[in-house]
């Protein structure tokens, strides 16, 4: 990393891209075996180096975007090696979100770093997987997010509203079912309303009274229960706020208190709304997910602070969940009882055979008869070839065995031959009778 960035500081964002480039191209994969190892490692060099700088402020936004594309292209060469960091990167962004659930010191949700990190690998691997060894983790951590981390300012709900927007293009094509964002949306209207609490108990009643459904009621993820996102004043024309500009900001800016600001969130939520009704209309349990949020859409297109671009943006999404909701009312059928006759058991006369032979066949088909009959002599007949080729093969194995030993028998006595003819030659050196020294000794 250090030599890393080295080389590419105080250098325009076209020479980084550059240097990058002939990185790649001096030490390709297609040139040498070896250089599978240093793209890998290079890989994990610049992934870091994507990291840091999406942590730096000010934001170089060109050079990120830059940098998307050699990571996408070294990421198809590399595939292992690329949803390994991945996944480790997510591992240890999971354990320090539970670090700091824990602690409540600041603010939980994830920081720019960790939300380009997960944009970019929504780019570079497939969404559409049911189960993906990178995107699957990821979606779970965004979902956890925005389901644990409390929203106690303008900026908490800037970032959630761009998790869900994520969440919404990644689930586009798998169509997975994710009631995180759906419940942070909803919540995001709850916080829209002046009058929250009677509001919550309204729209309580409305779903069920049970104790069970008061506990786990989307209103909790409030932090006090302050109405963030309530229009208060007249916004003649709404303009969208910088997602990178509010990141930078601190969290007791003035532009979160501005009714601008709510206007194009509230916006955000609305068009976030309007894509999870399309992608999920076809769930059966589609009226019960979405028509509470098209009283909230109606409630808060009734607001006289509403500017109008907003309040028809909300109208169209609750009549749009309301069409849905109808078609599957109408295609709903009430419970009952299948209608079949009951089927009788089948009853049969028996039939007797007076002078009963054991082993005789009764049936009156002759030709069943015969062909039970050949079938009985073929199973004897495969059952005594079976026996004779045992037979052949035991036979076969002792004629085997005997002549091995009588092979054996020879080679041992040869063995014993030879051993002491030595030993006779050996003697006969020792005792002088053969050797240089034989006439003398003798």
């Known amino acids: 990393m250090e030599e890393l960035c080295a080389l590419i500081d105080n250098r325009s964002n076209s020479d980084i891209l550059v240097v990058v ?99 970019l690998w929504s780019m570079i691997f497939p969404c559409s997987d049911f189960r993906h060894v990178v995107m699957t983790p990821a979606i779970l951590l965004m979902c956890e997010y925005l389901m644990r981390c409390p929203i106690s300012s303008g900026r908490d709900i800037a970032v959630g509203s761009f998790l869900c927007s994520m969440v919404l293009s990644i689930t586009r094509d798998s169509r997975k079912f994710c009631p995180e964002a759906i419940i942070f949306l909803r919540t995001l209207l709850i916080g829209s309303q002046p009058k929250i609490a009677r509001l919550s108990s309204r729209i309580s009643g409305m779903e069920d009274n049970t104790k069970q459904n008061k506990e786990f009621h989307p209103i909790r993820e409030l932090k006090e229960l302050r109405p963030l996102l309530n229009i208060r004043d007249d916004v003649p024309e709404i303009s969208p706020a910088s997602f990178l500009s509010v990141m930078d ?56 602070n509403m500017p109008p671009g907003l309040q028809e943006k909300s109208k169209e999404v609750a009549l749009l969940i309301k069409q849905k909701a109808d078609d599957h ?69 002792d004629v085997k065995a005997r002549e091995r030993a009588l092979r054996e028998e020879e080679k041992m006595e040869a063995h014993g031959k030879a051993k002491a003819f030595l030993q006779e030659q050996e003697s006969a050196f020792k005792s002088g009778q053969l050797g240089k020294g034989r006439k003398r000794r003798r």
């Open 21 to 119: 480039n002939r990185i790649r191209a001096s030490n390709a994969i297609k040139l040498a075996a070896e250089n599978r190892k240093k793209m890998q490692i290079f890989y994990g060099v610049l992934l870091q180096y994507f990291a840091v700088l999406a942590n730096k402020k000010p934001l170089n936004f060109e050079l990120l975007n830059l940098l998307v594309k050699p990571l996408m292209e070294m990421s198809l060469e590399i595939p292992y090696f690329s949803a390994i960091c991945a996944r480790q990167r997510i591992l240890k962004t999971r354990s320090q979100f539970c670090e700091s659930i824990k602690s409540q010191e600041g603010s939980c949700w994830p920081s720019l770093k960790t939300l380009s990190l997960l944009r």
């Open 249 to 304: 900001m601190p969290e007791d800016s003035s532009l979160f208190a501005s009714d601008n600001f709510r206007a194009s969130v509230l916006i955000t939520v609305i068009e976030n709304l309007k894509g999870f009704v399309e992608m999920y209309g076809g769930l059966s349990s589609f009226p019960e997910t979405f028509l509470p949020i098209s009283t909230l859409l109606l409630g808060l297109a009734e607001q006289g």
């Open 329 to 397: 009312h109408l295609l709903r059928q009430p419970l009952q009882i299948r209608k079949q006759k009951p089927v009788p058991i089948k009853l049969l006369t028996p039939k007797f055979e007076e002078n009963y032979v054991k082993g005789r066949d009764y049936d009156p088909d002759r030709e069943r008869v015969e062909r039970k009959k050949l079938k009985k002599e073929l199973r004897q007949e495969a059952k005594g070839a079976a026996r004779e080729l045992r037979k052949d093969n035991y036979f076969l194995l």
